[in-house]
């Protein structure tokens, strides 16, 4: 399930869900209302959905780009589409859902701009989370080795990677602002999987390894 | 080629003594068919597996393919081959009938008891023939709306079918979205394309060829157009599988023989593999059922009746329709490709229908949905169990 851009294979969800979640799947959890409708794009394996619909009774869609993601997704009882965030986002219709995540699938699209704009006209608000390369360690490892960064959030060799829009928390924040998206929350998540309220700038840049953001149609 | 068998064929007589259970329905009012003409009184034939529960939740309406009937998980009473889809159906199996009450019954139009060309006209005491109504898909779906009822079923837990199954699920989906909790068409699409009813066109005008068709008359003069039946069941059997799965079951090979015959014997295991399968069809299918069951599938056009919006079919009063679809297709299958699946999926979720969607990488074409595809019953069960959940239906005993 690699080629769909998670960094990681995903944790396995445990037989009774609503304990725990992936580190950087649970700060989006948290901002999900309970009874909400959720449109996840890049769902992966279903993970947040299936957690979201035991822990909040959330009506949860999926859209995922792999066989196999689609069909764990199904099987465990989810609906989950088979699709592209480029190709299909398209097609769903203005305010259809409460939330639309992006999780970890922003810098793998190509079209982020694009499908940034259709996140928050699909959704009332969208939470879009992405490995930050202005993280320092990232900084730090191309500062001093010279070389592209391989970290824990970034562990694919550049020419393996399924990452292809790479970006820093300022970079994201300087594209919602071109595209008239608001932010509502900012959120770092920290290595120590600790998860703070940083407002966006040269602080957030620094110490986010995955930025969390939760957004509308400014 | 030349096939010669007697008349196998379950003969109308015969029709009551077949397996599984019949019943008479439309007796005091006529169905009305989408021709505009209708039809009764008719005989639905049907089987039944699993235990309907208490409050009638748990039905499941598998709707069978084209040449398919009831016999979806019994030994066929004509073949004696094992039931058509016994790999996904059964105590255990995808579709649990130790959870689920599951229901097949063979279409309108058939030929394994139901009412369609063979049987009896009450009108005139022979045999319908090419006087029995051309009817569609909605029409199968109304009688089996009707054999619902009867069974005293308000709505199914889930309709689910492939191929002509999948536009029967379909059908259901839009015409009594009330009456159906879940739906899974499996390699199907929303309408039949023109090269699929070129295809038709060519099985039907190789039945109307064989000089033993007699109009349509042929059970009158004792005989059966058994040469045009089985060409078209072999042109069609080609449509099922995919060109890797023919070259990996065959390639060049010759059948019981070290070189070419230079004659018009089939030298080639694809061949005789075709012929086995026309050969065998004649046996257990009526030519007229044929005719009738392909022209059905090829009026079909589900958004024909909405405008051609696609969308507009999966409306209710103006609001989203109630069901939950899950789409499946396969990946070597080019008689319903996956395109035709996903234009179905694009409608259903511009309306922000629930709908999940799936293709299964196979390289066994059309057929996959019949055949041990594990992956494909695992999203079967998966899709299930989790409409049982948002159901509330218990789980098996």
Redesign the interface.
């Known amino acids: 399930m690699n080629h769909v851009g998670r960094f990681a294979e995903p944790a396995p969800v445990p037989p009774h869900p609503g304990q725990t979640i992936r580190a950087d799947l649970q700060p989006i959890a948290d901002m999900v209302a309970p009874a909400s409708r959720v449109l996840d794009v890049g769902c992966a394996d279903g993970a947040l959905l299936h957690y979201l619909w035991h822990a909040k009774r959330v009506d949860g869609r999926g859209l995922e780009i792999s066989h196999e993601g689609v069909r764990v997704g199904i099987s465990r009882g989810l609906s989950v589409t088979q699709g592209d965030a480029d190709m299909d986002l398209a097609d769903y219709p203005s305010d259809a859902f409460d939330y639309v995540v992006l999780s970890q699938t922003l810098q793998t699209v190509r079209a982020p701009h694009v499908v940034l704009e259709h996140l928050v006209r699909i959704g009332r608000q969208a939470i879009v989370s992405f490995p930050n390369f202005g993280y320092w360690r990232v900084r730090l490892q191309l500062l001093l080795g010279g070389r592209m960064p391989v970290t824990r959030g970034l562990p694919l060799q550049w020419f393996d990677t399924p990452n292809i829009h790479l970006c820093t928390v300022n970079d994201f924040t300087t594209l919602c602002r071109d595209l008239g998206i608001a932010i509502d929350r900012s959120l770092a998540l920290r290595r120590s999987g600790r998860v703070i309220e940083l407002p966006p700038g040269r602080v957030a840049n620094l110490l986010a390894e995955t930025g969390i953001f939760l957004l509308r149609k400014g | 080629m030349t096939v010669s068998r007697d008349n196998a064929a379950v003969a109308p007589e015969e029709a009551r003594h077949l397996p599984g259970h019949f019943v008479t329905l439309a007796i005091d009012q006529p169905m009305p068919l989408e021709s505009g003409a209708s039809l009764g009184p008719l005989t639905i034939a049907y089987t039944t597996h699993g235990t309907l529960n208490a409050d009638a939740s748990n039905a499941i309406l598998v709707c069978h393919a084209l040449t398919g009937d009831q016999y979806l998980l019994d030994r066929h009473p004509v073949t004696s081959k094992p039931g058509w889809w016994e790999l996904a159906v059964g105590p255990g199996r995808a579709i649990d009938t130790d959870r689920y009450f599951v229901i097949c019954a063979n279409v309108l139009g058939g030929c394994m008891g139901t009412t369609g060309p063979k049987e009896i006209d009450p009108a005139t005491g022979k045999p319908y023939g090419m006087s029995f109504p051309v009817i569609t898909i909605a029409d199968m779906v109304r009688a089996q709306k009707l054999l619902v009822d009867h069974l005293g079923i308000a709505k199914l837990f889930c309709v689910i079918g492939g191929s002509m199954g999948a536009m029967q699920v379909l059908q259901w989906a839009v015409d009594y979205p009330d009456c159906v909790y879940g739906a899974m068409p499996i390699a199907g699409a929303a309408r039949h394309s023109a090269q699929n009813i070129a295809f038709h066109e060519v099985g039907r005008q190789a039945i109307m060829a064989d000089p033993d068709w007699h109009g349509g008359d042929y059970l009158l003069h004792d005989v059966r157009p058994t040469g045009g039946l089985s060409v078209a069941r072999m042109a069609a059997h080609i449509t099922y599988l995919s060109e890797t799965a023919l070259h990996r079951k065959f390639g060049r090979n010759l059948q019981d023989r070290r070189a070419l015959g230079f004659g018009f014997d089939a030298d080639f295991q694809v061949e005789s593999y075709l012929r086995h399968q026309g050969f065998t069809f004649v046996d257990r299918f009526d030519a007229n059922s044929y005719l009738y069951i392909t022209r059905a599938m090829d009026y079909f056009d589900l958004p024909a009746r909405y405008g051609g919006n696609l969308q507009d079919c999966f409306r209710v009063d103006g609001k989203v329709t109630p069901v ?1 679809f ?1 789409l499946v297709s396969f990946s070597s299958d080019w008689l319903f490709p996956t395109r035709e699946s996903r234009r179905i ?2 409608a259903l ?4 229908a ?8 196979s390289d066994k074409g059309h057929d996959a949905f019949l055949l041990d595809e594990p ?1 494909f019953h ?2 079967l ?3 299930l ?3 049982a ?2 159901r509330g239906l218990k789980a098996a005993q």
Not at chain 2, 349 to 352: C, D, L, T
């Open positions: 939950r899950c999926v694009h979720n511009a309306i922000a629930n709908v999940s969607s799936v293709e299964i990488e992956q695992a999203v069960a998966g899709f169990d989790g409409l959940e948002h």
